[in-house]
């Protein structure tokens, strides 16, 4: 019996106690698995992980991909495309739902265009000259302009037409539009390079690149349980110095900093393939021009995979790469099987036509896909991986857990899932995202180690091993670095042990 242990002290030694008995008594099937951190929001670019890159955009509440939602002053009625597009604009509801909302692009994915005379329609598969517009404002009442000068106007038959005579003031209601922002939720590559202009952007990205990930981030992570990173890439990287606008080049050297940083700690780098052509899967980390996913087309599959052989070609002899993620996450709503089975069966050959080693990573479809259907399809002899993603997140699901229950759930669904998959016959298992966060509000520090802990200990069973979300962040639990600076994740403690015999039977390395 403990004397003046409060119950709680002792449930938590146990824990640990447990935990570390694993690690030792684990060490010939785990001492060379990977245990990496991914580098987001690095060279892919989301806002949330630093949003202080956003800040001196100006109008930054109308980035690319802003849905909004424009009221006739003169009609008093909303701008719609019938049936979401394919046909001319109409300026006749009363109230506005998924018709009246544009991103300039609309609900059916068609482009507005002024390319039909005076009439704007909704026809557009594809943007250029007439569906380039200038938006001048005043706070939330617009004047809507095209390339040629001419103003958008409706008209008393409830047409919208590029044909006001002159440059409306702000009491000319035919021309007037009052604007309503429903979402803003892009803050991706793509909005933060367009946004500034390719003057401004250059600055920003250049500063973002050389210092938000250093050399000292790599020997912190080297001396606190990690053997290697999971570094995502933009597809613009294949094309650096000068990658088509508005993406920014200098990522290629950023890449190349991390593999010299990478051999003078000890670490070992995953090439992740995180953007594609066209978006693959409609959010900012896969750099979307507007939450469309454009990337299932066989110009953009084709352009993929020359980014794929890019990759590879160049990283193949180098000591460092430890394997090549052909795509990260994509939609599972957007992406038929079919199509990324053969883009992954391609870039696997692509892969093992520069090295018969490195490993060939496979992401799951995102959107309740099962990882099954990857084992089953048969995409490559040697060295390939799955990769999944755990989140107790990002599903309703996980709102009405508490802290036991959340600890259970990566016990009773998330270990059952692994040890199935360790035993098909196939590639190895990836954990290449999770997070010590959840939805539980207020939550002690002591839950928080039990958390992690409990996600270590499972996810430690991946046939592969697993890789945190993120280095750095923001949002400071899903900050490696602050968890283990502040003790909120027990990393070194827990694989310590398993890394000292790191290389007496080697697995991977």
Request: charged letters at 15%; glycine letters at 8%.
């Amino acid at each position: 019996m403990a004397m003046g242990l409060p119950r709680a002290g002792l449930f938590v030694f146990g824990v640990l106690v447990s935990a570390f008995r694993l690690a030792h008594s684990s060490t010939d099937n785990n001492s060379s698995k990977v245990r990496a951190v991914n580098l987001g929001g690095w060279l892919v670019v989301e806002g949330w992980i630093k949003p202080s890159l956003f800040d001196g955009i100006p109008n930054r509440d109308m980035l690319d991909g802003t849905q909004v939602q424009l009221k006739s002053v003169g009609l008093q009625k909303y701008v719609s495309a019938g049936d979401g597009g394919g046909g001319n604009v109409t300026v006749d509801r009363d109230a506005a739902s998924s018709w009246e909302t544009f991103k300039f692009r609309c609900f059916n994915g068609q482009f507005l265009t002024a390319s039909d005379g005076d009439v704007i329609s909704a026809t557009a598969d594809s943007p250029g000259d007439p569906e380039t517009f200038y938006i001048e404002r005043n706070n939330t009442l617009l004047h809507i302009k095209l390339l040629n000068g001419s103003y958008l106007q409706v008209t008393d038959n409830n047409q919208l037409t590029s044909n006001y005579p002159s440059q409306p003031g702000w009491d000319d209601a035919m021309a007037t539009f009052e604007m309503t922002i429903v979402a803003n939720n892009l803050h991706g590559d793509y909005q933060l390079a367009n946004g500034y202009g390719p003057e401004k952007a250059k600055s920003v990205f250049e500063e973002h690149r050389k210092n938000f990930v250093s050399g000292s981030d790599f020997s912190f992570i080297s001396q606190n349980g990690i053997n290697a990173v999971r570094i995502p890439v933009g597809w613009w990287i294949a094309y650096d110095p000068d990658p088509p606008a508005p993406f920014i080049g200098g990522s290629l050297n950023a890449l190349d900093r991390a593999f010299h940083w990478a051999q003078i700690y000890g670490l070992k780098c995953i090439i992740d393939l995180h953007t594609a052509p066209g978006s693959q899967n409609g959010m900012e980390h896969s750099a979307s021009r507007d939450g469309s996913v454009d990337w299932p087309s066989e110009a953009n599959i084709q352009k993929t995979l020359d980014v794929i052989n890019f990759l590879a070609q160049r990283y193949a002899d180098n000591p460092c790469l430890l394997g090549i993620e052909l795509l990260n996450e994509p939609s599972a709503a957007a992406v038929p099987l079919d199509t990324l089975v053969s883009y992954y069966k391609t870039g696997y050959q692509i892969v093992r036509s520069y090295s018969d080693t490195a490993y060939v990573i496979f992401c799951q479809r995102i959107g309740n896909a099962d990882p099954m259907e990857l084992y089953q399809a048969y995409l490559g002899a040697t060295n390939t991986v799955v990769d999944l993603h755990y989140y107790n997140l990002f599903d309703p699901y996980f709102e009405k857990l508490n802290a036991t229950e959340n600890i259970q759930f990566i016990y009773k669904n998330r270990l059952p899932q692994v040890q199935s998959l360790n035993r098909a016959n196939g590639p190895l298992v990836f954990i290449g995202e999770w997070v010590n966060e959840w939805n539980v509000t207020n939550a002690s520090q002591v839950q928080y180690q039990l958390f992690g802990n409990a996600q270590l200990e499972v996810y430690g069973e991946a046939s592969f091993g697993w890789s945190y979300w993120t280095v750095k962040c923001n949002s400071v639990h899903w900050d490696y670095e602050w968890n283990i600076r502040n003790r909120y994740l027990l990393g070194k403690m827990l694989i310590l042990p398993l890394l000292c015999c790191c290389f007496q039977h080697p697995i991977f390395f």
